[in-house]
């Protein structure tokens, strides 16, 4: 699935922030554009309030990106405005009326979203023959201690072994990340250098950021500041895996088990959201939680995918009480085996280049389905009645 690159252009803050909500919404991977100097997929420009300098934006627009899709917001569908807009160049005319939820603003959110989905197609059938879309993969855990890093080190060591293709792991999580330390790496820089120098991250300077893993993989390490990343910096993270999107064809971020704005970032860009959990009723009820709040975020429920962690025969707490709870079937499961986990970890070596133990297997078997492309659709499930020995 392309990732799009969108540009809203409007003064009013409230506008951007509903239209970029709306662009999430529809299941493909979208990322906001605030500077006027990059070069955006899709335009979405708002002529409610003054249609002249909006019909004048988008001439000037198409005059300077003419394969470019734009978008015309008004308030209402007024034949000669609609007329108007797609003379000055629209692709596209929405009208769109903020706070109400009847049959004709769910329509006009249906149809926005076909359109997105068109604009991302034309998109990938354009850049087919010159390189591989990159793919973006995040890990969200549960809850502290569900095994998110250990899981997403491991898988991006398989994916970049398997498919011999530019890897990078990302350390998203504030303060403490631990994914250089997971493969016995000493980084000198951080995401924090990356994010702080955006204006000149071209692919010589990003190559000095990174450091190497012997797998092939290339790590661009967590941050060693308490209280970086944070708010402020979303929307340099979106930037910054816009254009490590263009040297990577897959991306793979550890996001650890918080929902902030940084994260939050991240599950806009991504394909697929790994959900980490455990088989426990804590990691379980957060794990609805988290659900929730990516379907409230807009972010692509679709694209959740729960992987159960730390899996053995002495839990109570059947798989298929599990995918009862969350509305969601397992996509993957991992053995509980605390001894091969912890001698991985201390080593400083993946579970993939240590032995040849069931766990390793596991992770091989699982990164093979996405290098394949091959996700089985059954696993997911119909949402049905959350209901959990009437603690969920």
């Known amino acids: 699935m392309a990732q799009l690159a969108a540009s809203i252009v409007s003064h009013d ?31 979405v420009v708002d002529i409610r309030h003054d249609a002249s300098s909006g019909l004048a934006t988008i001439e000037r627009l198409r005059a300077g990106h003419d394969g470019v899709p734009i978008f015309a917001i008004a308030a209402a569908a007024e ?18 009326s903020p706070g109400t939820n009847n049959q004709a603003s769910r329509s006009m959110e249906e149809s926005f979203h076909g359109a997105v989905r068109r604009a991302a197609a034309r998109r990938e059938a354009s850049s087919a023959g010159a390189r591989q879309p990159c793919v973006t993969h995040v890990f969200l855990g549960a809850k502290g201690g569900a095994g998110t ?36 790496v000493r980084p000198r820089f951080t995401v924090l250098d990356a994010l702080e120098n955006l204006h000149r991250l071209d692919k010589d300077f990003l190559k000095e950021l990174l450091s190497k893993h012997k797998s092939g993989l290339d790590i661009l390490a967590g941050s060693e500041q308490f209280d970086r990343p944070n708010p402020q910096d979303s929307g340099a993270i979106e930037e910054l895996l816009r254009n490590l999107s263009k040297v ?29 959990t455990n088989p426990d009723v804590p990691s379980i009820r957060n794990a609805q939680r988290l659900i929730d709040r990516v379907r409230q975020l807009g972010a692509g429920s679709e694209r959740v995918k729960i992987l159960l962690n730390r ?18 079937g397992i996509h993957h499961m991992f053995a509980s085996d605390y001894r091969t986990v912890s001698e991985a ?26 290098v394949g492309g091959r996700v089985d659709e059954k696993t997911q499930q119909p949402e049905k009645k959350r209901a959990f020995l009437g603690l969920l």
């Open 13 to 43: 803050a409230e506008f951007k922030r509903e239209i970029s909500r709306l662009l999430r919404a529809g299941g493909v991977p979208v990322g906001i554009i605030e500077s006027m100097d990059a070069a955006p997929d899709l335009y």
């Open 79 to 96: 034949s000669d405005l609609i007329l108007q807009a797609m003379r000055a160049g629209a692709n596209e005319f929405f009208p769109w």
């Open 149 to 184: 890093t250990t899981v997403a080190v491991n898988s991006a060591v398989e994916l970049a072994r398997l498919s011999k293709r530019p890897t990078v792991i990302i350390d998203l999580k504030q303060c403490l990340g631990e994914v250089a330390l997971f493969l016995g």
């Open 248 to 276: 990577y064809e897959h991306i793979v971020i550890d996001t650890g088990n918080m929902m902030n704005a940084c994260s939050v970032a991240a599950l806009y860009a991504a394909e697929t959201v790994f959900l980490v």
């Open 311 to 328: 899996v053995s025969d002495q839990h109570l707490i059947a798989p298929k009480q599990i995918e009862t709870a969350l509305g969601y």
């Open 345 to 370: 970890l201390n080593s400083g070596v993946p579970l993939s280049m240590t032995n040849n133990s069931d766990l390793s297997s596991q992770f091989g078997s699982f990164t093979r389905q996405l």
